[in-house]
């Protein structure tokens, strides 16, 4: 089942733009995480939030979570042309699961 | 270095034959998963599994199945009842906290691209 949906499918900005992409989900979580996928690679974990969190910061990356709306959004400030990539929110849903639920991705596109 | 790796990267299987996906890893992790991925989709969880020689279904796992008879491996077969296997294959793991609440993310292998010729 797929429980995150991301939107945009699809960005595309320029290189030192920002980049803002959202997720929304369905049931309550006990955290939610950000991963990135080159294309034909595997998915490269870059941050967790936890449902107590509202906000966190890692380099040029900056997640909220509004649990009461169920989404959260991910922004990737002065994007570079090495920043495209899908991206893709998992949920990891209450009560405890032993498993993380993936969304359907945003492609972003950055041109130099 | 430690990580996670899947063999072989590129699969192809003919009608009707069973094919087997390697899985290992060496970050002494206890979880792992096999997840599918078709063109422009999201991931859909197969199996996965917590501990030595259990696993459990996840949302697609008609046609498929796994062991895990070490920490390390967990194989996935693709068998002749997967109707339409042709996709994108990523093996994970991760480590289980003591609350059992992750506190971190999946480790992710590269991948295997299985095609039906």
């Known amino acids: 089942s797929q429980q995150g949906e991301e939107d945009p499918q699809a960005l595309s900005i320029q290189e030192g733009e920002n980049a803002t992409m959202n997720c929304s989900y369905k049931t309550s979580i006990n955290n939610l995480q950000w991963y990135r996928q080159n294309s034909g690679r595997g998915l490269v974990h870059l941050i967790l939030?936890?449902?107590?969190?509202r906000e966190k910061h890692s380099g040029r990356l900056r997640v909220t979570l509004d649990t009461s709306k169920k989404s959260s959004s991910l922004l990737i400030t002065a994007s570079r042309a090495a920043d495209t990539a899908s991206y893709f929110c998992?949920?990891?849903?209450?009560?405890?699961?032993?498993?993380?639920?993936f969304g359907t991705g945003t492609r972003l596109q950055v041109f130099p | 270095d430690g990580g996670i790796t899947q063999s072989p990267k590129y699969l192809f299987r003919k009608e009707g034959q069973n094919v087997t996906l390697s899985c290992e890893q060496n970050?002494?992790?206890?979880?792992m998963y096999w997840y599918r991925q078709d063109p422009g989709q999201g991931l859909r969880l197969i199996y996965y599994s917590q501990i030595v020689n259990d696993f459990q279904k996840g949302d697609i796992a008609e046609g498929y199945s796994v062991s895990r008879e070490k920490k390390e491996s967990f194989p996935l077969t693709v068998t002749s009842a997967q109707k339409n296997p042709t996709a994108f294959y990523l093996c994970?793991?991760?480590?289980?906290?003591?609350?059992?609440?992750?506190?971190?993310?999946?480790?992710f292998g590269s991948g295997t691209r299985l095609t039906v010729v």
């Open positions: 970050l002494n992790h206890d979880a």
């Open positions: 994970a793991s991760s480590s289980l906290g003591l609350t059992r609440v992750y506190s971190e993310g999946y480790t």
């Open positions: 939030i936890r449902s107590n969190e």
């Open positions: 998992a949920t990891a849903p209450k009560p405890y699961t032993d498993k993380l639920i």
